[in-house]
């Protein structure tokens, strides 16, 4: 089915180690962002990239890192993981523009720091 | 910059009344206002969407919103809940470069039969 695939579904690190979620979309999309979810604060953005070779920083970006590689993949990494950033990372890609702007959203990544 | 609040952390339903959801936004143009639905464990799917023209909007699963521009909000609204409804829902203003969403900090809907 078309859409966005995050890998992996589940991860655990130890506190100072590194890793990369890695997000594809194959609905042609131009947009494509990085949020986490936290109980009660609803997602927040980390960052996000508006089209194919730019990429801005969004509510929460420290401590993150991010690649646009195509139009496609849009890579987070976490260079030295810490417990605060233990949550449920989601990929999400949009069409830029009304009507069709709308996210559609992977199926997110819960990260465990210990 | 935009806000989004959603005034209810829970709330409790029997199943077959009516629902209402609450959603205030803050933003100085014309935003885009989103409803999403998220089960436990899962992703989050869109139920509806405002960009312009008729301010009541229907969504996905029997759902409905309205966008009042004079009290900054989109409520979502449902008839006739079903214990299949028992969610959290997110409502989400789009603006700016980037078209950036900021949600809400969500709304947990549990439905009593």
């Known amino acids: 089915n078309a859409g966005v695939t995050q890998t992996p579904k589940f991860q655990v690190l130890k506190t100072g180690q590194s890793m990369t979620l890695q997000c594809a979309q194959d609905m042609n999309h131009n947009s494509m962002y990085w949020y986490r979810q936290d109980p009660g604060m609803g997602l927040r953005l980390i960052y996000y990239?508006?089209?194919?070779?730019?990429?801005d920083k969004g509510e929460v970006p420290n401590g993150y890192n991010v690649s646009r590689l195509n139009k496609r993949e849009f890579s987070l990494r976490l260079e030295s993981a810490a417990p605060s950033q233990t949550s449920v990372y989601f990929c999400a890609s949009s069409s830029y523009r009304a009507p069709n702007y709308g996210y559609t959203f992977g199926s997110g990544t819960r990260l465990t720091v210990v | 910059a935009q806000s989004v609040t959603q005034p209810d952390i829970h709330i409790t339903v029997s199943e077959g009344a009516s629902l209402e959801l609450r959603c205030n936004y803050s933003?100085?143009?014309?935003?885009?206002l989103f409803w999403y639905v998220q089960s436990p464990g899962q992703g989050l799917q869109l139920l509806l969407k405002y960009f312009s023209g008729d301010t009541l909007v229907q969504g996905i699963k029997g759902f409905e919103a309205e966008f009042k521009r004079s009290q900054s909000s989109f409520n979502l609204r449902k008839p006739s809940v079903h214990w299949s409804d028992a969610a959290e829902y997110f409502c989400a203003v789009g603006a700016g470069y980037g078209n950036k969403l900021v949600f809400g900090a969500g709304t947990i809907l549990r439905v009593k039969s």
């Open positions: 933003y100085g143009a014309t935003p885009y």
């Open positions: 990239s508006a089209s194919e070779g730019t990429t």
